[in-house]
Every structure is written in C-alpha cells, then in structure tokens.
C-alpha cells in the first residue's frame, strides 16, 4: 500500500453532478487531487437520479470493491417545500450500489432495499466486515414511522454480497424513555468504523449537539462504549466522519465535514487511536470542497491504474 483513493461528493448542490460520486488520489494522504478533470466518475441515473455520501469497500478477500451511497439528490427535490422533511420521511429506502474489480471498471448502479417499511429514508450507508459472522454490517440513518419520525436512529442489516441483506435492526439509539417520552430524542447520524488490533472504533455524528462522538468494543455488533479520553466530541458544526491510518505510521487522520461553516472536510491527526486525543492539521489539500465520502489506502499499482484511467 502507497496512496489513497477518496471517495466523495463536492459542493453546494447547485447542480446536478454535485451529487454524484467523485474519485479524489493522494500520495501522502495530506495532498488530494481530483481525478477525471473534476467531473464525476460515477452517476446514478436511477432512484432519486443523485448520490451522497459514497462509502467505498474493499472485499474481505480483496477481489472486489463495492461502493454504496445515500440514495438522494437535493438538487432534483431544490423546488420542494419542507424539502429536508420530506427527504427523511418520505425519502428512499434504497441504498445504490456500484461492484468492481479493478477500481476502474464498474458496474451499473442498482437501487437495494435496506431500511425497514416503517422508515423514511436511508442515509449514509458504510460497511465493516465482522469478524465474528464472516459477513458485512451495513449501517445507516433513518427515522422512523413509530414516533412520528420524531429523530434519526443508526440501523444494521448484514450482507456477504451486497445485493441481499438480512432484516435492518436498530444499531445506535442514545434516547432513553424518558427522552423519547417527551419528544426529544438523541439523533445520530453518520457512523464511520476502523479496526486496529482487534478492537473497532467508531465515529457518529450526535445530531442533537452537531458533534462527532467516539466509542469503542472488540465486538461489531454489540458491547460498544465511550472512549473517555477521547477530544473532539464538543466540537460542533461537524458530520461525516470518515477515517483512515497513515502507511507505514501509527497516526491516524479523522476527516471531518465542517459542514457549518460550509467548508468541506478538515482533517484531525492522532497518533493513538486507542485514546483518540486528536490534533486539527493545516497541511491538507484538497482540490475542492469535498463533502461526506470515505478514504481507503491503495497500492501503488491501483494508483497508476486510476490515473492512467481518469487523468488528474
């Protein structure tokens, strides 16, 4: 492994191909250029005709890759009233997702059911692959019909193929019953997880506060709690967190939406992800205002065959 390939959307929605998925390439993991001229690489004409938040993964056995996305374009729905409202309560179910096995050469995009028929959207898709089934855990946002779609709980399907999923069950829901009694709720939004040393550690957006909070378990599915040391969880004006280790380093670089001040993803470096104290770092690059993706490490031959394909 020597360079990373960062899966992306860009912008304000003033478009149409804002929403669609993006290849961005670094060296160093620090400086990011866009590949394709800066258009997208991949489109969904299918579902809601636009794409957010695109997850890439590679295959546990590393023959393939998959990308999955939210299944939703602002843009299209631009003229709706209560526009927001309606994308979490009337939106899509499906996830799309793209199958490769280069990288370069990718499949038609294909709508997935995922969320349950009681919810009203299903929003940024990730996957991790558990260790104790042998399969994918697929997690997402949704709000459901049960409270009036009163807030956003994270849910869980399994799948080994991408195409076929096991019933969504819920996976993060911080609301207590007293909460929900009086209609607060504890919103979360956006989980990212990576492994280290047998042990996963996960990233979710509290909606509630805008923050990203950090927990922790040696189990996927079960067992996980707050990381105590962990520095960033009072930051607000933050989502999408998606992260990744440096090669050949034990540092780590949490990239983190600033969605607030409308300026794309701002990197935060630590060099123990066990304890999670994390350090903003000025030295990346990027070569436009990168929205909610994902970032996986790629060897230098994939490099040179993205952008043999696509052109920076």
């Known amino acids: 492994m020597g360079a990373y390939l960062f899966v992306h959307f860009i912008g304000k929605e003033n478009n149409e ?17 866009l590949l394709n001229s800066k258009k997208p690489v991949l489109k969904s004409n299918i579902g ?3 794409v957010r938040d695109p997850f890439l993964v590679r295959s546990h056995d590393g ?6 996305a939210t299944d939703l374009s602002i843009y299209h729905r631009r003229n709706q009233t209560d526009c927001w409202k309606k994308c979490t309560e009337e ?16 499949s038609e995009p294909e709508a997935v059911k995922i969320a349950p028929d009681n919810t009203g959207c299903a929003w940024a898709p990730e996957a991790t692959y558990d260790k104790d089934t042998g399969k994918y855990l697929v997690y997402f946002a949704s709000k459901t019909a049960d409270d009036n779609y009163g807030y956003n709980r994270m849910y869980s399907a399994y799948t080994d193929d991408f195409k076929n999923f096991t019933p969504a069950k819920k996976y993060i829901d911080h609301a207590t019953d007293e909460d929900i009694k009086n209609g607060k709720g504890a919103s979360d939004i956006d989980t990212t997880i990576i492994e280290h040393n047998g042990v996963y550690y996960r ?14 378990s040696e189990h996927l599915g079960h067992g996980w709690e707050r990381v105590s040391t962990y520095n960033l969880d009072e930051m ?7 992260i990744f280790k440096f090669h ?7 990239m983190l939406d600033h969605f607030a001040e409308k300026k794309g993803y701002e990197p935060f470096i630590t060099d123990d992800i066990t304890k999670g104290v994390f350090t903003k770092n000025g030295e990346c690059e990027f070569g436009e205002i990168y929205r909610h993706g994902s970032v996986i490490p790629i ?12 052109g920076k």
């Open 91 to 106: 939106g899509s179910r499906d996830i799309i997702v793209w199958e490769s096995k280069d990288l370069v050469s990718w």
């Open 299 to 310: 060897t230098d031959a994939e490099y040179k065959k993205l952008v043999d394909t696509y």
């Open 48 to 50: 809601e005709r636009g």
């Open 248 to 254: 050949n380093e034990d540092k780590w670089c949490l």
């Open 17 to 33: 191909n804002c929403e669609q998925v993006y290849f961005s390439v670094s060296k160093d993991g620090k400086k990011w250029e």
């Open 236 to 242: 607000v004006g933050y989502e999408g967190p998606t």
């Open 203 to 216: 990233f979710t957006k509290n909606e509630t506060k805008s923050s990203v909070v950090m927990d922790r």
């Open 63 to 68: 023959k393939k890759y998959y990308i999955i």
